[in-house]
């Protein structure tokens, strides 16, 4: 697998369109005829994953899943991992408040 067919899947499975995946590589420098026959190449995998997502997403009807042209590789997030996040950083920032208070009255606090 070429590096173009490389870039061209990876962006394809990130959800790009195929014009705008072309018109990135032309804009690094790519020759046109390089870029197509990447596309040509990829064809048999770009109808195989289109077949694949449209089965997949159909089958979802919770409403949790955005219909992509190709299946992502990345997960999303969950509202749960975000709030523990949050919940760190506020115990972070109470905590450095605190010492930066304790810091600043030491000396009148154990005289």
Request: hydrophobic content about 35%.
């Amino acid at each position: 697998m070429s590096l173009l067919t490389t870039g061209i899947k990876n962006a394809l499975e990130k959800g790009e369109s195929l014009e705008k995946i072309t018109k990135s590589f032309e804009n690094a420098g790519y020759l046109k005829e390089d870029i197509n026959k990447a596309v040509e190449e990829m064809k048999s995998w770009i109808q195989t994953k289109q077949l694949n997502s449209n089965e997949k997403t159909s089958s979802k009807e919770d409403g949790k899943y955005k219909k992509l042209p190709f299946e992502s590789t990345y997960e999303v997030k969950d509202k749960r991992s975000y709030l523990i996040y949050v919940l760190i950083a506020l115990a972070g920032i109470l905590i450095i408040g605190g010492a930066v208070l304790l810091g600043l009255y030491w000396n009148q606090l154990f005289k």
